[in-house]
């Protein structure tokens, strides 16, 4: 099986979609239209404790290290 044939067969990992609703993390970023690092940080806070051998403590952090480096970005852009 090729990874195209994979990539069909399930698109996006489950830990990427609400449970009541079935919103993605992808879609969610998609109509806000966020930037890069401010969607990573919510597609991070979005599957915290979801994703198997990630803790939540992890992705909540990897969400924090990406708004820091969104913060540091717009400072840098008013200088």
Do not use: C, W
């Not at 830990?15 to 940080?41: C, H, M, P, W």
């Not at 979005?46 to 994703?51: I, S, T």
Request: glycine share 8%.
């Amino acid at each position: 099986m090729t990874k195209k044939e994979d990539y069909k067969k399930n698109p996006e990992p489950s830990y990427y979609s609400g449970t009541k609703y079935g919103y993605s993390a992808r879609n969610i970023v998609e109509d806000f239209q966020l930037g890069y690092n401010t969607g990573t940080a919510v597609s991070y806070l979005l599957r915290a404790g979801k994703k198997e051998g990630n803790p939540a403590e992890q992705d909540i952090q990897k969400a924090i290290n990406h708004l820091h480096f969104e913060l540091d970005k717009l400072y840098n852009d008013t200088l």
